[in-house]
């Protein structure tokens, strides 16, 4: 989905990336409050604006809270790594970085201009 002309979704994904290559380097070079507040006004700017596109937009929403885990050893699942394991996956991380929980704040699921949305009230 693009949010606008000039895409503010690819803002995201490249604040991520940014993100994912600072936390692969922290355990060795060290933890750089600054690296980490420009990372943290990034997501502020770029969460902003996206937000305001899609108001914008119109698309039907529904509001969430994410929450965030970014550990400095990063996150290993022993099950996850088994079925990696069985799957012949050659390509894949041993921890993962950075996990995301998305959760809606209520129960019934509204979107922005308070209609409930088709097959999800």
Avoid: W
């Avoid at 355990?27 to 937000?51: C, L, M, W, Y």
């Avoid at 022993?78 to 041993?94: A, K, Q």
């Amino acid at each position: 989905m693009q949010l606008s002309t000039n895409n503010q979704a690819a803002a995201y994904q490249d604040m991520f990336s940014t993100a994912f290559r600072y936390l692969q380097t922290r355990a060795d070079k060290g933890t750089k409050p600054n690296v980490e507040a420009s990372i943290a006004s990034r997501f502020g700017r770029t969460h902003t604006a996206a937000q305001k596109a899609i108001t914008k937009s119109g698309l039907p929403t529904i509001p969430a809270h994410i929450k965030a885990a970014l550990p400095a050893q990063g996150i290993q699942d022993h099950t996850i790594n088994r079925l990696l394991l069985m799957s012949s996956s050659e390509h894949h991380l041993s921890v993962v970085p950075m996990a995301f929980f998305v959760e809606r704040p209520s129960a019934q699921a509204e979107s922005v201009v308070g209609r409930p949305l088709p097959g999800l009230s």
